[in-house]
């Protein structure tokens, strides 16, 4: 192989890495604010059963 194509192949690899790792850190991102929303959720049924309780 030239070096040329072998910096291209090294370059290309690097960048499929890099991309791979953003992905997973927005998913771990989607996976928090889904747990927040679910939470917040709950606690906002639980504040409507108190008050139609009273």
């Known amino acids: 192989m030239h ?3 072998k910096f291209a192949l ?3 690899i ?3 890495i890099s991309a ?3 992905c997973g850190n927005t ?3 989607v996976g928090r604010d889904t747990a927040n929303a ?3 959720t709950q606690s906002a ?3 409507v ?3 139609a309780s009273r």
Request: no cysteine; aromatic share 0%.
């Open 3 to 5: 070096t040329a194509r």
């Open 10 to 12: 090294a370059a290309a």
């Open 14 to 16: 690097l960048a499929s």
């Open 20 to 22: 791979l790792s953003s």
């Open 27 to 29: 998913i771990r991102g």
């Open 38 to 40: 679910v939470d917040a």
């Open 45 to 47: 049924g639980r504040d």
């Open 49 to 51: 059963d108190r008050a």
